[in-house]
């Protein structure tokens, strides 16, 4: 029960017994470490240490104590020392040996501790020693009084003298004389009403040359009461020279950022800076001016505000990627002015990157593109004009052709209404045959009404109606109205469609113009054909969402060095052409997100054979 670990071994040094609180301790039990087992208890780096003890006490009979590691329970090994004592028979002899350890990790890590404390504040002394001699400042400490009981080898070296003409109050000596008087009077000032001193002045080199130095000490009182005062001097002569040309240079610096303003407010741009997150922090005074805000309700994030509540959105995600891509890219928005009327305006932006390629701020303007915009949509409309009339000039060429697909269902309706009458007729009369004759009539009337409602479809003058179509539809409802065109010229027309309806968003009528005007082209270009007219229109749906329409011929082909120009307004191949057709095509293509052009298909023997127009278009899933 005592607390402690006890034991006792016999006179030859085999540990024959350990209390409780040892055996608890290692965690082992007796059977385990009797006998020399006892050794395995030890760290292996103290087993040959303390083997050699006990003998050596065995062998001396003479007690000592001996220190070493024990492993614990847990596994860890901690310090402990290990006491012994002799049992003595009459002659003298050891009988038994009976002894204790005690657990000192505490107080080994104490030892530890404080030797290596000690260590480090030897060193911490000479390196505090070498800092202070080596700071390329003039340090320095001194007495109550203020005379000097410790300069640095920065201050000997900068006066070249010896540390006993500095000391007391020898660095007077060194000061110039114009600043003496008031450095005394400020430190003594210092000394007795302050527990610190600043202060600027001159001290002399061994070169003899005077430097300005920054003067900053502070009383502190150690544990034993004794006032010290701690300082360093600071040249400061490169920065008071630098003060001297700064002052110099600021009147012209102020003048600089006036021009610069006043430069920045009269440009007839309205300009603005943002910060690298996109929140505003300047504008010009022509856009204040212009929206009629306080700066103050636009700083930050409130400059959208100024947009049309239509453009606010868009604007601000537009913004956003822009931020996030650190790229700049024009955008067109409604700003209010100041009497409440909004307008058109583009705005640009650039990045100030630093070297890692990282946004500092964002400059930009804003230019007012009102009357662009409405000459823009004068153009649209002088487009759309022009369009309408070229439906008309193509409806009115194929009247024919149309009042010929007109007339066969209207003949086929007169033909199955004389039949239905017929079977009627008392003596003849069949009712299951009058019936399927009324069906043809109901079919052949709604085949009429369908190109009659396209004839109209194509001549009516409407503003776009941007919808989703199937382009397949457009196609074989294009073919139906010029299957009479077609087969007088004769010409032979192949399909190659998908399986599945090929959807796009857009207004049907302008992309039925773009169908029309193609096939029409390539019926006119095989006018003077000696071999095979044909046609083939193509209509697939790419990996990239993009319907693909391809409509080819097998005329003289389109030159090489007039593909693109065929695409040019008033440019025509044609004698009798104005150069519209195509033009209008591109335009119609590429307002509906897609784009077009011309190839030619050359044969083996390298004679061309006819011409290929291909476009494309955004399915409606791919424009969504």
């Known amino acids: 029960m005592i607390p402690a670990m006890a034991w006792s071994a016999t006179s030859d040094g085999m540990l024959d017994f350990a209390n409780q609180h040892f055996l608890e301790f290692i965690g082992a039990p007796l059977e385990d470490i009797s006998g020399v087992n006892f050794y395995k208890i030890f760290h292996p780096d103290d087993t040959a240490h303390l083997a050699s003890a006990w003998h050596e006490i065995m062998a001396s009979r003479r007690a000592r104590e001996v220190e070493g590691r024990i492993r614990r329970a847990d596994g860890q090994y901690r310090w402990c020392t290990l006491r012994q004592k002799a049992q003595l028979d009459h002659q003298g002899n050891v009988a038994k040996w009976y002894g204790v350890v005690l657990d000192i990790e505490d107080r080994k890590q104490a030892e530890n501790a404080l030797r290596e404390t000690k260590s480090a504040l030897a060193a911490s002394e000479a390196n505090l020693s070498l800092i202070i001699n080596s700071l390329p400042v003039l340090v320095w400490s001194a007495r109550p009084d203020g005379s000097a009981d410790f300069?640095?080898?920065?201050?000997?070296?900068?006066?070249?003298?010896?540390?006993?003409?500095?000391?007391?109050?020898?660095?007077?000596?060194?000061?110039?004389?114009?600043?003496?008087?008031?450095?005394?009077?400020?430190w003594k000032r210092d000394l007795e009403h302050s527990d610190h001193t600043v202060l600027k002045g001159r001290i002399r080199g061994k070169d003899g040359r005077y430097r300005w130095f920054y003067f900053a000490g502070r009383k502190l009182t150690d544990?034993?009461?004794?006032?010290?005062?701690?300082?360093?001097?600071?040249?400061?002569?490169?920065?008071?020279?630098?003060?001297?040309?700064?002052?110099?240079?600021?009147?012209?610096?102020?003048?600089?950022?006036?021009?610069?303003?006043?430069?920045?407010?009269?440009?007839?741009?309205?300009?603005?800076?943002?910060?690298?997150?996109?929140?505003?922090?300047?504008?010009?005074?022509?856009?204040?001016?212009?929206?009629?805000?306080?700066f103050e309700e636009i700083v930050g994030f409130g400059f959208y505000r100024m947009f049309h509540p239509d453009d606010v959105e868009l604007m601000r995600v537009s913004w956003e990627e822009i931020i996030k891509s650190k790229r700049g890219r024009p955008a067109d928005a409604r700003i209010r002015r100041a009497d409440g009327e909004y307008r058109w305006f583009n705005l640009r932006q650039n990045p100030l990157l630093d070297a890692d390629g990282n946004v500092v701020r964002w400059y930009g303007v804003v230019v007012d593109i009102e009357d662009r915009k409405r000459a823009e949509e004068s153009l649209r409309q002088s487009q759309s004009d022009l369009a309408h009339v070229t439906r008309m000039t193509a409806t009115g060429e194929l009247a024919v052709s149309i009042a010929h697909e007109v007339n066969q269902p209207l003949m086929a309706i007169v033909t199955n209404a004389s039949t239905c009458l017929r079977w009627l007729q008392p003596g003849h009369t069949d009712l299951e045959q009058a019936r399927l004759a009324a069906e043809r009539i109901i079919k052949d009337g709604h085949r009429a009404g369908d190109i009659i409602a396209s004839i109209r479809a194509m001549a009516q003058k409407r503003p776009a109606r941007i919808e989703q179509t199937d382009v397949q539809t457009a196609v074989r409802d294009v073919l139906d109205l010029l299957r009479g065109e077609v087969q007088r010229r004769g010409i032979d027309v192949h399909l190659e469609m998908s399986d599945v309806p090929l959807n796009v968003m857009g207004d049907r009528t302008q992309l039925q113009q773009v169908i029309l005007n193609l096939v029409i082209n390539s019926a006119e270009a095989m006018a003077t054909a000696t071999g095979e007219k044909r046609i083939d229109i193509r209509c697939v749906l790419d990996d990239k969402q993009v319907v693909n329409i391809d409509v080819s011929d097998t005329g003289p082909g389109v030159p090489a060095d007039q593909t693109d120009r065929v695409f040019e307004a008033f440019y025509s191949t044609k004698a009798e052409g104005i150069g519209m057709g195509l033009s209008i095509c591109r335009s119609i293509v590429e307002a509906h997100g897609g784009r077009i052009w011309a190839s030619s298909v050359d044969s083996q023997q390298g004679r061309q054979t006819g011409s290929v127009f291909h476009f494309t278009l955004p399915t409606a899933k791919g424009a969504g």
């Open 151 to 186: 300069v640095n080898q920065s201050w000997l070296d900068y006066a070249g003298l010896s540390a006993d003409q500095i000391l007391d109050w020898g660095f007077l000596d060194l000061y110039h004389p114009d600043d003496i008087p008031g450095m005394v009077e400020i």
């Open 223 to 294: 544990a034993n009461g004794v006032v010290r005062w701690f300082g360093v001097n600071i040249d400061i002569e490169d920065l008071q020279r630098a003060e001297n040309a700064l002052r110099g240079s600021e009147a012209a610096l102020r003048e600089s950022e006036r021009k610069l303003n006043l430069i920045i407010n009269t440009i007839p741009a309205m300009a603005w800076s943002c910060t690298a997150d996109g929140a505003l922090e300047y504008w010009n005074q022509n856009l204040i001016d212009f929206v009629g805000l306080p």
